[in-house]
């Protein structure tokens, strides 16, 4: 199994909603991202979490929440969002943090801000 | 952080080699190059990746310079398959943690 599986694949939310972007693996990997991909933009990244621990934010604002309950899943909790924040959400997982190994993209949840 | 540049588009005839070239002349020496593709509506995909020397696989070929101030992602015959946004990307070392930083990309059109 090579797969990163997000859900849902699409979202539409308030400004006032509170929702929550998922992501699982189960290739054994232990570094797990959140890229923010905006329409006809290169995917800008956002948090790294390694062995379960964030190890990068971005200076991503804080109604943006990330969570790594265990080493197959990735959260990604959604609060008081802007219309700008509109976009495709990628998570993507690599064996670890050594660059000499690839990392595999999930399909994204594209997501619209009402 | 160090960055790459990249065409905004390129054609390609099919079943034609392709070179799509990426600058990167801020890359440090534990940088490693990476390329990735993406399908409309889909998450990117790996191609290749290296550090100092040429690399080949099943999908493409790198070909990094002497100094790796710049690479070359090279499809040896192009399909109509292979048209996508690819990305050059530097895997950059921050206080021993690492990330994946995206150029801009290139487009690629391939013409039957």
């Known amino acids: 199994d090579t797969e990163v599986t997000q859900t849902p694949k699409h979202l539409v939310m308030g400004m006032t909603n509170k929702k929550s972007l998922k992501c699982e693996q189960h290739m054994g990997h232990r570094a797990m991202y959140w890229y923010k991909q905006k329409a006809k933009k290169p995917p800008e990244l956002m948090f790294v979490y390694s062995y379960e621990k964030l190890s990068i934010n971005e200076s991503v604002p804080s109604r943006f929440s990330p969570e790594c309950p265990n080493s197959s899943l990735l959260n990604l909790h959604l609060h008081a969002l802007q219309p700008e924040d509109s976009a495709l959400y990628l998570c993507?997982?690599?064996?670890?943090?050594?660059?000499?190994?690839?990392?595999?993209f999930g399909q994204g949840t594209r997501l619209t801000v009402v | 952080d160090a960055k790459t540049t990249q065409p905004n588009s390129m054609e390609s005839n099919e079943e034609e080699p392709v070179h799509l070239p990426c600058n990167h002349s801020?890359?440090?020496?534990?940088?490693?190059i990476h390329w990735y593709r993406q399908l409309p509506s889909q998450g990117p995909e790996y191609v290749i990746h290296g550090l100092t020397s040429n690399v080949n696989n099943r999908m493409a070929s790198l070909a990094i310079a002497e100094d790796r101030k710049s690479s070359t992602l090279i499809l040896h015959r192009a399909t109509l398959r292979d048209a996508a946004v690819y990305y050059c990307?530097?895997?950059?070392?921050?206080?021993?943690?690492?990330?994946?930083?995206f150029g801009t990309g290139t487009r690629l059109k391939v013409l039957a």
């Open positions: 993507a997982s690599s064996q670890d943090l050594r660059g000499n190994t690839e990392a595999f």
């Open positions: 990307i530097l895997r950059v070392t921050t206080s021993g943690t690492y990330k994946y930083i």
């Open positions: 801020t890359i440090s020496g534990t940088d490693y």
